[in-house]
């Protein structure tokens, strides 16, 4: 069982900086991807960044170069740092972590950006 735990978001003006952590416990053994999803209101949930068993990182066009994601193994911690932010990217932020044992989501974050 592997259980997630997401902080770091809320309000922010247009063109500021948020960085989500994502702090993991639990068996976690065999990582096959570590994830950030979104989901805003009346929306589908979107795939922000991956990062995959070989370290590669993949983002959304949509974030290309605005976001970051990384992990600190010594701390069992996701980040996401998001930098020129828009009102575009309101929504709720979660955390998805894929083992051999299964897939694993974090409760999620509220990042609202004003105009």
């Known amino acids: 069982q592997v259980q997630l735990v997401e902080s770091g978001g809320g309000l922010v003006q247009a063109g500021g900086s948020l960085r989500l952590s994502c702090v993991a416990s639990g068996r976690i053994f065999s990582i096959n991807s570590l994830d950030w999803y979104r989901q805003a209101p009346g929306k589908q949930r979107e795939l922000v960044a991956t990062i995959t068993k070989g370290g590669n990182t993949i983002y959304a066009d949509s974030v290309k170069g605005r976001f970051t994601a990384s992990r600190d193994n010594t701390k069992n911690t996701l980040y996401l740092q998001m930098n020129s932010l828009k009102p575009e990217d309101t929504a709720v932020y979660s955390c998805?972590?894929?083992?051999?044992?299964?897939?694993?989501w974090g409760q999620g974050t509220q990042v609202t950006v004003s105009s």
């Open positions: 998805r972590v894929s083992v051999d044992s299964g897939i694993y």
